[in-house]
């Protein structure tokens, strides 16, 4: 088999009902079709999601599955009689939870209450702004408030990884290209001295990134693979000589990257 | 009862495992204590891991929760013997899967597998580069490629928007703002003149605005209520008098903004 739809049923923006999905159907050699439909708070609306699954099962003969996180009792027993195969994420854990704290569950809807008074998630606002102004070595004012400052060659993936900890873990990441002018005087750049002990290292294999800089500017010196070979090179003996510990960013994804920048650089204001 | 420890304990980044805990207890009136504990992909790993779960346990009294997305068997069976209550977060949806689908699991482990080759992750690191390039209106080359672009006045959260869309979801979004020539002039900026179709706009509550923009400048005319009413009544006349649909940041987290735009501008490209 290989095809079946897959529901993602929501009363909030449903990104954990389908983050989370996504995790358990990779485990299936399936190619899903994801129908997503967030923002499910009315009895209405779950009644007229209802009315699709089924259209979609008897269309397809096969039953949908329905990944949901609903709080609503009555929405919850509206899809629940759907003819789907029905997964209800927060009930399955929340149940057995409720047992173990001795304590009823407060049906709270989604993860974001009133975002314009929440200090978690202005945090997380301001943190994206000053990853943004930090970025790529733009501005050196303020780089003693960064919780980390990623350093690497161009294109080494600095950029997507400081805005991912900044808007994944409300972390102030900045980031500071090493060009080949601090090559040829064989220092860090100046703006980075006071703050070594916050420095964090991307490196990438030369072929992997000379191929990069080609969708960029392609048959450049900047790009060629000798080039490449070069600053990979003379950046990885500059951070060795420096003590900044560093990871190739070749195999891994943006979020292992973040991952084992805190796990090892272990910021204080860590938002969750 | 007020504290808990809660492990999240994964063989990849764990992302999902806290994203998904955390929508969870937010059910309850807890305030947990988070302890992550990523890449437990060996049997040693986990053995150390329930040497700390079982020290923590003793220490508080309370046997801690531990939620926890791991493939390997070896391991799983190793955290099971833990003194936590132990919530299998992808068995307890694969199994049945299991029998849904009349197919044996892989057991792969993670979302990404190799990012060198990853199709899909690629196209989302360009999207974050798309992004960033057209942060603000600073270019329009290429707009024509945006899947998505976002307009309205400064600070009414375009940025965070932009960078979320193409982050979680691989969609490109351009941000251009809305600025007081445009008002003065009556018409939107020329550069989206042939891109209307794809126009989002965001307002915001003047109060609100004021209130952020006075962070950034304290006391200036482009922070003060009355010029932040201004703008943002000239800009929803705009916007009104130009068919672009738009909605208000002031109550929404980034998550659900996004999840609005998507649902209302479907764009093609959307990632999974």
Redesign the interface.
Known sequence: ?SD?SVFFISD?????A???G?????????KPR?V?R??IDTVDKAHQVVREINHVAEREGKRP?VFM?L?NEEALEIIRGCQG?V?D??K???E??ET????K????V???S???VDRE?NDR?EA??FS?EH?DGQSSRNLEMADVVLVGVSRSGK??TS??LA??HGVKAANVPLIPEDFDRGFLPPMLKPFKKKCFGLTIEPH?LSEIRNERRPGSKYASLENCRYEVQQAEAMMRREGIAWLSS???????I???IL?DVKPDRLI?
């Open positions: 088999m079946r909030g923006t449903g990104i954990t389908e983050t989370f996504n995790s358990i159907l990779a485990q299936f050699a399936i994801h997503r967030p923002f599955i996180t709080v195969k997964f994420m927060i399955t854990f929340v057995p939870l173990e704290f001795n304590m569950s407060n049906h709270r989604g993860r974001f009133d975002v314009a998630y606002i994206i702004n943004m970025d950029t997507p805005l991912y808007m994944q992997r070749t195999h891994k994804s943006i979020e292992e973040a991952t084992t796990r969750y």
